[in-house]
C-alpha cells in the first residue's frame, strides 16, 4: 500500500521526521497527568470488527464506542447496519450520523477482517485501513489461527498493556525477561511503535535440542494504531519460531474491549502451529486480572486524583497516552483529520522488520 | 496490644502511644515526574505547560480527613480476618489494604498503586514489603515508600514515590486503623465500661460479621439502646422491655449505659404479664467518633456472664459492616458459646443477617433515650471541634 496522501487529509504541521526514544538514553519519564481512558470515542477510523469467516446469513453484532454494528452477508455482499436485518424487516431502521442516515456503515473487506468505519461516512477511504504486512490481503488465514478474545476494560488500557514490558516479568513469568533487553520507541501523530531487541539470549533447556543451540537473538516490534487499537505484533527469534500477530483492540464500551486476534505463527512443527494460538487465552486471562480492576479505578478517576508515577519502563507507555492524549484534545475541537505523517495506509513493513 | 495478634484486653491510653504509626505521604510528595498540566478543551490552546507541577499545600488541607470520617481508631477488620495475603477493604470514602508483614506487624496502606492504580491488595507479601502484582513496585508497610522497581539496576526508587500509610492498631481481637492527619491520638478505641478489669479473657470466643444497609451512626444509636435485639442475642444480653431506668454516664471519648432490662422479648397477651419475667443486667459504652460499642452482660446475682464488642465499619453513606465479638464467662460458658455459634448458623434460615440490626437502626429514630440524646451531642462536639477527645478530659457527668 502507497502513502499518499488523500485529499482528506490535512497538510498542516507536518511531522515529517518520527519521534524516536530509546530507552537508556532517556532515564526519566513523565507522562499526561490527565489519561482518562474509557471517557471519549475517538472516531474517524476503521475497525476490524470481525473475522469475515464467521460473517454468514445471519447477522454478528459487534458494537463500536457503544454504536450496534450488525453485520452480515447479503447473496455474498457484507453489509454492516445499525440495525439486525430481522429488526429491519419490521420496519426498526436507525440512522445515526455515523450512517448519514442510510442506516449502512461504509465496510470493506481485507486481511480476512471485515472493517467498519466509525465516524463520518463521507470521510471514509479505504486507503485508511492499516496496512498489515504478514497478512494476505484477500484472504483469511486458517481457522486454527484466528482467537477471539474479550476483555473488561476500555482499549486504551488493552494498547496501554500490549506497550508496556515490565508487566510480563511479572504477570507472565514464562515470557522473556525485559531486563536487558534495548528498547525503541517512536511514534506518529496516530501511530506508536516499540521495538524490543535482544542478542545472545540463551535458550531453555528443553528447547536447546530442538533448535540445536544455546543461545538466541530476538527482536519484537509493536506497532499500536492509537485511534482504531489495531495493534501488530512482530516477533522474531533467531534460531526458532516468528510470530505474526495482529491484535486488534475494539472498543465495545468502555469496560469491554473484543480482541478478533489473528496469529501468524512460522517455523514451527504443525502440531505447535495449531496449539500455540489456544495459549492466548491463558495470557490474555493473566492480563485481564490486572486490566479489570484498574479499568474500574480510571473510570471512577475525578481530578483531585493523583496522576500516575512512571519508571523508565513506562517510555512506550507514555508515548502511546500522549498521542492519545492530542488526538483527544483535536478531536475535541472537531479535527478528526488525519496528517501525513499518520496516514495508517503507510507500508510498515521495513519500520517493523527492522525494528 | 500493638502489632500482636494476640487478644489482649487490658487497653490504656498509655499502651496507644506506641502505635505502629508512620508518617504518611503528603500528597505533593508522591508525585514523579513533572506532570503537565491537563489540557481540557478551553485550556487547549494554551498550549501544555511543561515542568509545571501542583501547587504546594503546607497545611496538608487536602489530606485533612481523607477517610471522610471523624479522626479517630476505626475498626477494619478482625485481627483473625488480616494474614500475610493483603486484604482490600472499605473505610469511608477510601479503600485501604491491610496485611501482615514478616515481623506478623499489621500495616496499612492505601490500596492503589501510584504507578498504573492497580489494587494493591491484588499483590503479595514479601520481605521488602508489599509487592504490587502488575508491575511489582514495592512498597514499605510502615512508611508507604516505594523500596523496589523491577529491573531499576542500582538506580534506587526516589523516596518521592509511596503511596499513603495508615497507623494502625490492633487490639482486643479488631485491627483499627487511625483516620485523622498527622499523629494519631492516644485515645483507647474499645471504651471500656465498669467491671471491665475484673474479667478476665475468655477462651469461649464467638464471632460474627454482618453488612448492614444502615448509617453508622444510626447503627450505633441502636446498638447503645439494646444491643441484644440488635445483634440478636436477647437471651444473653437482655432484648425485651426495660424494667428500670437506665442509668447514664458521659464523657468526653463516649457514653456509657447500665439498664435493667427483661431477657426474653416475648409476644404479650393484651395488657396481661409477660410470661416470663427473667431478667438481665447489662453495661453498654459507645466510642462517641466510631461507635465501638462494648456490653456486659451480668445474671441478676451480678455474676457477668457474656463480654460483647461490637466494631462498625462505614462502608458507604448508607451501609455498615458490623463486626461483633462475644466472649461467654463463667461456668456455662461453652454452652453459652456453642448456643451462640447455633444463633449466628441459623440467622441465615430465619431471614437475612442485617435484618434486626436494620429494623432496630432504623428504630431507633423514634424514641428519647438519654444515653442516645448524650451521643448525639458528644457526635456533633467532634464534628464541630474536631481533637475534642484529647483536650476534654472533662469529669464524668452523671444523666439521669
Known sequence: MTTTTPAHMTTEHPRTNTNTAVLPESRTASGPADFRPGTFALRDAWFPVVHTRLVGRRSVLRPIHGQPIYLWRDNGVLKASEDSPKDRERGRYRASEFTAGTGFYPVGERYGYAWVWYGNPAAASLDLIPHLPHLPVDKSLPRHFLGNVVFDCSYELVCDNLLDLSHADLLHSWQQRVAGSEIRVSSTSETVMMARVAGGRPIAKARRRQLKAERQDFRMATLVHVRSGVCMLYGSYEPGMSVRMLHPANPESATRTRTPVTFNLQRLSPLTRHLSPLAGHLTARQDNWALRPQNQRYLRAVAEDEPDLNSPFDVASLRYRKVYQDLVARQRLGDYSYRPDGDPGRDVTAEIERG | ?400
Open chain 2, 1 to 400: 496490644m500493638i502489632g500482636h495478634p494476640e487478644d489482649g484486653y487490658p487497653a490504656t491510653a498509655g499502651m496507644l502511644a506506641s502505635v505502629a504509626h508512620a508518617a504518611m505521604p503528603a500528597p505533593d510528595q508522591v508525585r514523579g515526574g513533572t506532570p503537565e498540566r491537563p489540557t481540557p478543551a478551553s485550556e487547549a490552546a494554551d498550549g501544555p505547560s511543561p515542568g509545571r507541577t501542583r501547587p504546594a499545600d503546607p497545611d496538608g488541607v487536602a489530606d485533612r480527613e481523607p477517610f471522610g470520617l471523624v479522626a479517630g481508631w476505626w475498626p477494619v477488620a478482625f485481627s483473625s480476618e488480616v494474614y500475610a495475603s493483603p486484604r482490600g477493604v472499605r473505610l469511608g470514602g477510601r479503600q485501604i489494604v491491610v496485611y501482615r508483614d514478616e515481623g506478623r506487624v499489621v500495616r496499612a496502606l492505601t490500596d492503589r498503586c501510584p504507578h498504573r492504580r492497580m489494587p494493591l491488595s491484588m499483590g503479595t507479601v514479601t520481605s521488602a514489603g508489599l509487592r504490587c502484582g502488575y508491575h511489582g513496585w514495592v512498597f514499605d508497610g510502615a512508611s508507604g515508600r516505594c523500596t523496589v522497581i523491577p529491573d531499576l539496576g542500582p538506580e534506587t526508587p526516589s523516596g518521592r514515590i509511596g503511596v499513603p500509610a495508615h497507623p494502625v492498631s490492633e487490639e482486643g481481637g479488631f485491627v483499627f486503623v487511625w483516620t485523622g492527619s498527622g499523629t494519631p491520638q492516644p485515645l483507647t478505641p474499645v471504651l471500656p465500661v465498669a467491671g471491665w478489669e475484673r474479667v478476665q479473657p475468655s477462651r469461649q470466643v464467638v464471632r460474627g460479621v454482618v453488612e448492614a444497609r444502615a448509617a453508622h451512626t444510626e447503627l450505633s444509636e441502636a446498638l447503645l439502646v439494646n444491643p441484644g435485639a440488635a445483634l440478636g442475642l436477647g437471651w444473653l444480653l437482655g432484648g425485651g422491655d426495660e424494667m428500670l431506668g437506665p442509668e447514664v454516664v458521659l464523657d468526653a471519648a463516649g457514653v456509657a449505659a447500665r439498664r435493667c432490662r427483661l431477657t426474653w422479648s416475648l409476644p404479650r397477651l393484651g395488657t396481661y404479664d409477660p410470661v416470663s419475667k427473667r431478667t438481665t443486667v447489662s453495661t453498654t459504652a459507645t466510642t462517641a467518633a466510631t461507635g465501638m460499642t462494648t456490653t456486659l452482660a451480668e445474671t441478676p446475682a451480678g455474676r457477668t456472664v457474656a463480654r460483647v464488642v461490637v466494631g462498625l465499619t462505614p462502608v458507604g453513606a448508607y451501609r455498615t459492616t458490623v463486626r461483633w465479638r462475644v466472649e461467654t464467662l463463667g461456668l456455662g460458658s461453652r454452652l453459652a458459646s456453642a448456643s451462640c455459634c447455633l444463633t449466628v448458623a441459623g440467622r441465615p434460615l430465619t431471614g437475612r443477617m442485617a435484618h434486626r440490626l436494620e429494623t432496630a437502626a432504623d428504630g431507633v429514630g423514634s424514641g428519647c433515650d438519654p444515653a442516645v440524646q448524650g451521643l448525639r451531642e458528644l457526635r456533633a462536639a467532634l464534628v464541630t471541634t474536631p481533637g475534642l477527645p484529647a483536650s476534654a478530659a472533662k469529669d464524668p457527668k452523671e444523666v439521669r
